[in-house]
């Protein structure tokens, strides 16, 4: 899975001294105040959005306080279009903006080397090979690109992979096995990302085995709960909790790895309808939450599994045991106010919300959909569309109305690029 950034909040100094340079539109001589600006922004998006509803977008002066704050790096693509032209901006790193994952905007923590440091074929001397350091050098290399690349990227993964196994055979070089684990993990993430083809859990697979094998319990923990976050996807509740339950085995594993497996947890088991045992594990999650930082060893996978993650599951639970209206209530609020986040997460929030609303807003249930069909474009994330499928499909009894019927056309146009 996807390595998170370092996620520290630190004052957007370039985006304040955007601001301060400004001259106050009400008040002569002043340097514009949050509010204006906020106001500006609105403005701005009507100019640059004519005829749209855009009133979802609109912000006020808390909202640019918590972008010169730090605690949100990367506001919507329309909000980011109309910061820019209200402070002259080129670019959204000239105000500090940034992607907190992989995203297309993104810009490379490290760029990847024109040839590949370590193996460049399977002809190179085994001794290129010997450092399993080097090896997870450039994994952190390929983590850190943007969604686009990742199918050009699975290609120079698959031959990594294939050099790992070569250099495993007959058991020589045990110390490898953990290498293995994380770059089968990656590879993994990529195929249930970019494609509908059916190898992602076959590299999952091997992972989960590389990983026992290095003694690896962090990543084999994870490699469960992915295991159980794709049998979810596919429908099969059984094997979900058969996996969550595994990913919850006794061990030294960091606290957001746990919390993440517990909420994993949680939304088998709200599949299944059970519901005191969903509330548990939700809780049991949010205590986990609490030990972030206590606990030894480097979180390497679930950097993002925080609060609002934990919301988001709690959200999805409380829609599949019947209770959509508090749903609702949870995806509206963490839409509305986003610390950085995933852009991956915040389009299934979309599409889940979206099924909160199907049955009384078809429209703003299509809303949803075509929100969350806008972030699976700029992430290249085929996860986004195939949880936009259910939505869909439930929505083609209202085809004629106008919003419904751009969103399903949408989401086939979609499918088919994929």
């Given amino acids: 899975m996807p390595r998170h950034p370092e996620t520290a909040i630190i004052p957007n100094s370039l985006l304040a001294d955007a601001r301060r340079r400004r001259i106050s539109p009400r ?8 509010a204006e600006l906020a106001d500006a922004v609105n403005a701005a998006l009507d100019r640059l959005y004519p005829g749209q509803n855009l009133a979802a977008y609109y912000v006020d002066h808390r909202w640019v306080g918590k972008l010169e704050r730090g605690e949100h790096r990367w506001p919507s ?44 074929s399977l002809l190179d001397d ?15 290399q390929l983590t850190a690109q943007p969604p686009q690349t ?17 250099l495993q055979r007959g058991g020589t070089r045990p110390d490898l096995a953990g290498v293995d684990a994380r770059w089968s993990e990656f590879m ?3 195929a249930d990302n970019t494609t509908i083809a059916p190898d992602g859990g076959v590299w999952l697979d091997r992972s989960r085995r590389r990983a026992v094998e290095a003694g690896d319990l962090p990543l084999t923990a994870y490699a469960c709960m992915r295991h159980s976050q794709r049998a979810l996807d596919n429908g099969d509740i059984r094997v979900a909790i058969t996996f969550s339950r595994r990913s919850l085995t006794p061990g030294p594993v960091p606290a957001r790895t746990r919390a993440l497996c517990l909420a994993r947890m949680a939304e088998a088991l709200a599949a299944s309808g059970n519901d005191d045992d969903t509330t548990a594990a ?3 999650a949010r205590r986990e939450l609490t030990n972030v930082g206590a606990t030894t060893g480097d979180d390497h996978f679930a ?19 019947g209770d959509a209206a508090s749903a609702t209530m949870i995806f509206e609020e963490l839409l509305d106010d986003q610390p950085p986040v995933t852009l991956i997460d915040i389009g299934l929030w979309h599409a889940h919300l979206g099924e909160c609303y199907l049955h009384h807003d078809p429209e703003r249930a299509a809303h949803h959909g075509s929100s969350a069909l806008r972030l699976a474009d700029e992430t290249a994330s085929y996860r986004i569309i195939r949880a936009i499928g259910p939505l869909a499909i439930a929505l083609r009894q209202h085809h004629t109305l106008p919003a419904v019927r751009s969103f399903i056309n949408g989401h086939r146009t979609a499918v088919t690029r994929q």
């Fill in 303 to 321: 950097r993002h599994c925080d609060l609002r993650y934990v919301a988001a599951v709690d959200a999805r639970c409380r829609y599949l045991l």
């Fill in 188 to 190: 993994s993430w990529i």
């Fill in 282 to 284: 939700i809780t049991a």
């Fill in 126 to 140: 085994e001794l290129a090979c010997a450092d399993p350091q080097a090896w997870h050098d450039e994994l952190d």
């Fill in 150 to 166: 990742w199918p050009e990227l699975g290609i120079r993964v698959r031959e990594r992979l294939e050099i790992l196994d070569a």
């Fill in 77 to 120: 693509r329309e909000r980011r279009d109309a910061l820019r032209q209200v402070l002259s901006a080129s670019t959204d790193a000239d105000l500090g903006l940034y992607s907190p994952r992989r995203t297309p905007d993104s810009t490379p923590r490290r760029p990847i080397p024109d040839r590949p440091r370590i193996c460049r």
């Fill in 27 to 34: 008040r002569a001589g002043q340097r514009m105040s949050r």
